[in-house]
């Protein structure tokens, strides 16, 4: 059954829509015996205004706004789960955008967002510019999960990627690997600490690092892993992949060539999705906790809203790996 609208309310009380809409914002200006004939017919009809109109009418809005980089990466998704259990458990509700890993697209998503006065904004990855971020600071309190910053008036929630990055490669060189290359994130949020990580970690066990251009998407890993299988003379024996999304495109055109995971080539990815843990998949990869982010962030939100707070809040959690059959010793100690 249809929802009732503002509309079928006005037809059964006999009134404007106007009327009806000045009456569900409480205003002075209707006479009480038309409001109690409005109320009435919203009552018969079990027509409620939505979450926006009661924000609007109160002045207090039970509103946040979320903007995901990528609606087709499930850690997004799972973050998203933990907010939005955090939030209604406080009585708010949740507006969703996506800005397609454009940061001209999510700067219009945010606007968007704006326009519907929310509470407050989470941004998940985002990738707009910190200006941006500023001047949407300066309308309502905001959170970035997956991304830093050094705006005080901006909140964090992230793990600590580059801690993330040396347990992988601790991991592999456990396993008695030497070559490994690390398929970066481009220019995704936190690819840099994920990358430094890496470098860190090969330098501190005495190898070479070799890191490869990619993106957090399944297209870009199989790109890189394409462009690794022509070193077919120093092909290496594991990957370390910016993202699970990442690690699995490169599974695929890996395997698609004839080589097989973990037998020939170990694969490691990041964040622990849904994804990875899969039975046909079974990804190695490294967690971080998802929906806990997710809490954080709404907490750090309502802390701004509700208690003023002015201080920022950086939330750095530590991820650990999680060993599956994507990876195992080197081919050569299989002979």
Do not use: C, W
């Not at 020939?264 to 190695?284: E, K, P």
């Not at 809490?295 to 809203?305: D, F, G, N, P």
């Amino acid at each position: 059954m249809q929802r009732p609208t503002m509309e079928d309310v006005a037809a059964r009380a006999g009134v404007s829509r106007a009327l009806v809409s000045l009456v569900m914002r409480e205003s002075p200006k209707v006479s009480p015996h038309r409001r109690e004939a409005v109320l009435r017919a919203a009552e018969e009809l079990g027509y409620s205004p939505h979450a926006m109109a009661r924000s609007l009418a109160s002045h207090t809005s039970t509103v946040l706004g979320v903007m995901l980089s990528d609606l087709h990466n499930p850690f997004f998704a799972e973050i998203v789960d933990g907010l939005d259990a955090a939030a209604r458990a406080e009585g708010f509700e949740l507006i969703i955008n996506t800005g397609g890993r454009s940061a001209s697209r999510e700067g219009r998503a945010v606007e968007s967002l704006l326009s519907f006065r929310p509470a407050g904004l989470v941004l998940l990855g985002p990738a707009v510019p910190a200006a941006a971020i500023a001047s949407a600071a300066d309308r309502a309190p905001v959170v970035l999960v997956a991304r830093s910053s050094r705006l005080r008036t901006v909140d964090t929630v992230n793990d600590d990627g580059e801690a993330g990055s040396q347990l992988a490669v601790d991991h592999l060189v456990g396993l008695g690997h030497t070559r490994i290359a690390h398929l970066d994130g481009g220019h995704g949020s936190q690819a840099a600490p994920r990358k430094r990580g890496y470098t860190r970690a090969m330098r501190r066990h005495g190898l070479e690092p070799v890191v490869l251009p990619s993106e957090y998407t399944d297209i870009a890993g199989a790109k890189s892993a394409g462009r690794l299988l022509e070193r077919v003379e120093d092909l290496p024996t594991a990957i370390v992949a910016a993202n699970d999304f990442n690690a699995v495109g490169a599974i695929s055109a890996l395997e698609e060539s004839g080589l097989k995971v973990p037998r020939d080539i170990s694969v490691i990815g990041y964040d622990n999705t849904s994804l990875a843990a899969l039975s046909h998949v079974a990804l190695t990869t490294v967690d971080q906790p998802r929906r806990e982010m997710g809490r954080l962030a709404a907490e750090a939100l309502l802390q701004r809203v509700r208690e003023g707070r002015t201080e920022p809040v950086r939330h750095l959690l530590q991820p650990k790996l999680v060993a599956r059959s994507t990876t195992t010793a080197p081919p050569e100690q299989h002979r």
